[in-house]
């Protein structure tokens, strides 16, 4: 089992930019594929991407892709999310989690998750 902790949420405008980080505890943290969800109020939670053990293959949600990028430093058991040309339906709490399959998609093929982290993006 891992321990996930994320970082880097506030308020931003919209047009903005943030990087959440995700660090990772566990002696096999850098053996798992990782991936960012989140949740707005009211909503279920929705993958927005994923990244291979490695770092060498992503994922992207349609709504977020040429906006967002994930990566990964398996030096430093940390994940990033960089978050560009943020939007106002962007607004949600962000998670890191862990799976053991290669970039899923599907929030119950995940087996570790952080607290989440706070993304409100104004108009």
């Known amino acids: 089992q891992v321990q996930l902790v994320e970082s880097g949420g506030g308020l931003v405008q919209a047009g903005g930019s943030l990087r959440l980080s995700c660090v990772v505890s566990g002696r096999t943290g850098s053996t798992y594929s990782m991936g960012w969800f989140r949740q707005a109020p009211g909503k279920e939670r929705e993958f927005v991407a994923a990244?291979?053990?490695?770092?060498?293959?992503?994922d992207y949600a349609d709504s977020v892709k040429g906006r967002f990028t994930i990566s990964r430093d398996n030096a430093k058991n940390t994940v990033y999310l960089q978050m560009n040309n943020l939007k106002p339906e962007d607004t949600a709490v962000y998670y890191c989690a862990a799976s053991s399959l290669d970039r899923t998609i599907k929030n119950w093929e995940y087996h570790s998750w952080g607290q989440g982290t706070q993304v409100t993006v104004s108009s």
């Open positions: 990244i291979s053990y490695d770092g060498g293959s992503t």
